[in-house]
């Protein structure tokens, strides 16, 4: 079993940043892929970014990339989300979950643990 728990989360900015950070338990985090996800009012949750369980390689959805950067510290059973350049429309609710899989993917129902979400609001 694995507990996810996001922080991090606040009011910024237009052109500001924040760091998400996703604290895992269980030994089992550091083999396991992970992903950030984000949910708007009235939304489905969309993928935002992926990170394999080595770290080595990351994905990230149009709406992210060259603003998000994803990382992960398996010593310290940590996930981060560095956000730059936030936008409004980055407003939502953002998760972090992990999936058992080896190859992750972009869909949120291959993920098999999830955190409670932390509320990033952009404000214009």
């Known amino acids: 079993q694995v507990q996810l728990v996001e922080s991090g989360g606040g009011l910024v900015q237009a052109g500001g940043s924040l760091i998400l950070s996703c604290a895992a338990s269980g030994r089992a985090f550091s083999t396991y892929a992970a992903g950030w996800f984000r949910q708007a009012p009235g939304n489905e949750r969309e993928f935002v970014a992926f990170?394999?369980?080595?770290?080595?390689?990351?994905h990230y959805a149009d709406s992210a990339k060259g603003r998000f950067t994803i990382s992960r510290d398996n010593a310290k059973k940590t996930m981060y989300l560095q956000m730059n350049n936030l936008k409004p429309e980055d407003t939502a609710v953002y998760y972090c979950?992990?999936?058992?899989?080896?190859?992750?993917?972009?869909?949120?129902?291959?993920?098999?643990?999830w955190g409670q979400g932390t509320q990033v609001t952009v404000s214009s």
């Open positions: 990170i394999e369980w080595s770290g080595s390689n990351t």
């Open positions: 979950a992990c999936t058992r899989r080896t190859i992750p993917t972009t869909q949120s129902y291959h993920y098999d643990y």
